[in-house]
């Protein structure tokens, strides 16, 4: 059973830096993707970035490029978040995510099939 932890998120303010870490337990498969997803109060759940742990592929959405940065540790199995330039905009609650038998890649169809979740951190950005 694979399973994600998040951490680092808290209260900045707009223009501020923030890093999210997620940790993967219990992974096997050496080729995977992870993905970093979120939502914000009224708005269905968003595609933030993706990274491919093989290769490193990485995609992300228009409204973060160029201030986000996803990163990865094949070592300790952790995927970071960068998160610079903040906007109110971005405040969401950050989930991690992956799938159970490593078989994702960072396709735009992949994005609609992650299915093991991290519980996520919430991110709130102040004007």
């Known amino acids: 059973q694979v399973q994600l932890v998040e951490s680092g998120g808290g209260l900045v303010q707009a223009g501020d830096s923030l890093r999210l870490s997620c940790a993967a337990s219990?992974?096997?498969?050496?080729?995977?993707?992870m993905a970093w997803f979120r939502q914000a109060p009224g708005k269905e759940r968003e595609g933030v970035s993706c990274?491919?742990?093989?290769?490193?592929?990485?995609t992300y959405s228009d409204s973060v490029k160029g201030r986000f940065t996803i990163s990865k540790d094949n070592v300790k199995g952790v995927v970071y978040l960068q998160m610079n330039s903040l906007k109110p905009e971005d405040t969401a609650v950050y989930y991690c995510?992956?799938?159970?038998?490593?078989?994702?890649?960072?396709?735009?169809?992949?994005?609609?099939?992650?299915?093991?979740w991290g519980r996520g951190t919430l991110v709130t950005v102040s004007s």
């Open positions: 995510a992956t799938d159970q038998w490593g078989l994702l890649s960072c396709s735009d169809s992949d994005m609609n099939a992650f299915d093991t």
């Open positions: 990274i491919s742990m093989d290769h490193g592929h990485t």
């Open positions: 219990g992974r096997t498969e050496s080729s995977y993707a």
